[in-house]
């Protein structure tokens, strides 16, 4: 039973940084994909980011276009872990944040097969 747990949301400033963490657990995760939605109040979910396995024990790291540069993913394999550094936060960014897992695939239109039950992270001006 593949289980996904969230952490790190809460309440931050406009410019501040906040670190999301999601831990799998139920198998090893080293070659999947993960990665993380969000969705704002009254807005459709939309992609963060993702990390996948790319071969040679290398890992390849998609962003959504609008937060290049401030979101950081990485990934941790002995904890069956993936991050989500997120700076400069502005109110723009509060939403509830998902973790994403497969086997396979976790893209900007390609949703995996597992969710996290997501952690809201909230931005004041």
């Known amino acids: 039973q593949v289980q996904l747990k969230e952490s790190g949301g809460g309440l931050v400033q406009a410019g501040e940084s906040l670190r999301l963490s999601c831990e799998a657990s139920g198998r090893t995760f080293s070659t999947y994909a993960m990665g993380w939605f969000r969705q704002a109040p009254g807005k459709e979910r939309e992609f963060v980011a993702a990390?996948?396995?790319?071969?040679?024990?290398?890992?390849?790291?998609t962003y959504a276009d609008s937060l290049k540069g401030r979101f950081i993913i990485s990934r941790d394999n002995a904890k069956n872990a993936v991050t989500l550094k997120m700076n400069s936060l502005t109110p723009e960014d509060t939403a509830v944040y998902y973790c994403?897992?497969?086997?396979?695939?976790?893209?900007?239109?390609?949703?995996?097969?597992?969710w996290g039950q997501g952690t809201q992270v909230t931005v004041s001006s």
């Open positions: 990390i996948r396995w790319s071969g040679d024990w290398t890992y390849y790291a």
């Open positions: 994403n897992l497969d086997s396979q695939r976790v893209t900007p239109t390609e949703t995996g097969a597992y």
